[in-house]
């Protein structure tokens, strides 16, 4: 029996195969980061998995690794920023799926400009991070719905942040975005509940990303580290909590806001900048 591998060390090989056999999940923004654990984590647990992005190149890079774990993955390019693109990227993994039982909300982003503190925020800039941020997991969710009632059950993941809590100076779109996520993610589970679709939020705290932080300061990273009680967080740890929120383990959760940081939330009064 293969043992399981510090949380620590995404490097690890992926353990107890399984859990989401036969599970079919769309996992938005999963070219990288989050979102690629996350898409990753699934194929190998057994769900076949859409994986989105916008970049091609990464994209088939992705199903090219969930092949080699054993997983079935395909790769849907669409840019969130528009209504009717969300909804033909529900549509498209639909198909390729045979329906859709999992829907990971993790996309983030705004094409242009920079958050700001309310006071000098521009409405484009505002407008933009809403409409990706949390009307287009909205269009998302309403696309997904038929067809987790058609198949009896489904979890809807919405990746939130713990911004949304406790936010940063100068984060204000995000933060009011996330924020509306959450909102969202417990009116899903009071309204489909008795439908067996489960709807519950993955906050992260600070995610060391490779790309980002590849020429973090020692300084700064000390600043990260103090900021939680056990350790900097990885893509990893967020792709364990989602299969067990996307897999039958939590059928007895709904509605509930994971706080996933490493117990930042509650320790430690730092502030992220």
Not at 10 to 15: A, C, D, G, Q, T
Not at 128 to 137: F, H
Not at 151 to 173: D, K, T
Not at 236 to 258: I, P, W
């Amino acid at each position: 029996m293969t043992s399981a591998p510090t949380p620590s060390d995404p490097s690890e090989p992926l353990v107890r195969p399984g859990r989401m056999a036969g599970e079919l999940a769309l996992v938005t923004g999963s070219t990288s980061g989050i979102g690629r654990a996350v898409a990753l984590e699934f194929a190998a647990e057994g769900a076949r998995v859409v994986v989105h992005g916008r970049d091609a190149g990464r994209g088939r890079a992705v199903v090219d690794e969930a092949a080699a774990l054993g997983g079935a993955a395909h790769f849907v390019a669409a840019d969130l920023s528009g209504e009717a693109a969300a909804e033909q990227l529900v549509e498209e993994a639909a198909d390729w799926l045979g329906g859709l039982t999992v829907l990971v909300n993790n996309a983030v982003g705004v094409s242009a400009g920079k958050d700001s503190v309310v006071g000098e925020m521009s409405t484009e800039y505002w407008e933009g991070a809403l409409r990706v941020n949390l009307t287009a997991p909205m269009v998302l969710c309403r696309g997904a719905l038929p067809h987790m009632l058609a198949a009896g059950h489904g979890s809807i993941i919405n990746v939130s942040s713990r911004q949304a809590e406790r936010p940063s100076s100068g984060m204000a779109a995000y933060c009011a975005s996330k924020g509306g996520l959450n909102a969202l993610t417990r009116a899903l589970a009071v309204e489909y509940g008795s439908h067996n679709i489960r709807a519950n939020t993955l906050s992260p705290g600070f995610v060391v990303n490779d790309r980002r932080d590849a020429d973090i300061t020692d300084e700064r990273r000390a600043r990260y580290e103090a900021m939680h009680l056990t350790r900097l967080g990885n893509a990893r740890d967020c792709a364990y909590a989602a299969v067990y929120l996307a897999s039958r383990e939590s059928e007895f959760l709904t509605g509930m806001n994971l706080q996933l940081d490493g117990g930042s939330s509650i320790g430690r009064a730092a502030v992220l900048g």
